[in-house]
């Protein structure tokens, strides 16, 4: 079984930072594309940030220069370093991978169950 676990969520104000973790675990053979998603009250979930098995990055316009994304490919770990946070970046984020489990032949995507980033004074 694969399973994707996000962390690093919490309350923070305005201007503030956090870092979310998106860590991988089971019989993982290799993990493509990582992408960030994130859902706010009474709003379609959208994507914010993506990077590739190579490390190609792309991101929201609404997140370009505030957010970086990033991957440990040793830790399985993906991480979205949020700068400058504003209250609109408040949602519950979750992360999406294209992951190839051991014995495999096919990619295939998980979610992870969320985070919640509250950004208020």
Same mark, same amino acid.
């Given at each position: 079984?694969?399973?994707?676990?996000?962390?690093?969520?919490?309350?923070? +104000?305005?201007? *503030?930072?956090? /870092?979310?973790?998106? $860590?991988?675990?089971? %019989?993982?053979? &290799?993990? @493509?594309?990582? !992408?960030?998603?994130? +859902?706010?009250? *009474?709003?379609? /979930?959208?994507?914010? $940030?993506?990077?590739? %098995?190579?490390? &190609?990055? @792309?991101?929201? !316009?609404?997140?370009?220069?505030?957010?970086?994304?990033? /991957?440990?490919?040793?830790?399985?770990?993906?991480?979205?370093?949020?700068?400058?946070?504003?209250?609109?970046?408040?949602?519950?984020?979750?992360?999406?991978?294209?992951?190839?489990?051991?014995?495999?032949?096919?990619?295939?995507?998980?979610?992870?169950?969320?985070?919640?980033?509250?950004?208020?004074?």
């Amino acid at each position: 079984q694969v399973q994707l676990v996000e962390s690093g969520g919490g309350l923070v +104000q305005p201007g *503030g930072s956090l /870092r979310l973790s998106c $860590a991988a675990s089971g %019989s993982i053979f &290799s993990i @493509n594309t990582v !992408d960030w998603y994130r +859902q706010a009250p *009474g709003k379609q /979930r959208e994507l914010v $940030a993506s990077i590739t %098995s190579g490390g &190609s990055t @792309n991101y929201a !316009d609404s997140v370009k220069g505030r957010f970086t994304i990033s /991957r440990d490919n040793a830790k399985n770990t993906v991480y979205l370093q949020m700068n400058s946070l504003k209250p609109g970046d408040t949602a519950v984020y979750y992360c999406n991978a294209a992951i190839k489990a051991s014995g495999s032949s096919y990619y295939r995507g998980y979610w992870g169950q969320g985070t919640q980033v509250t950004v208020s004074s």
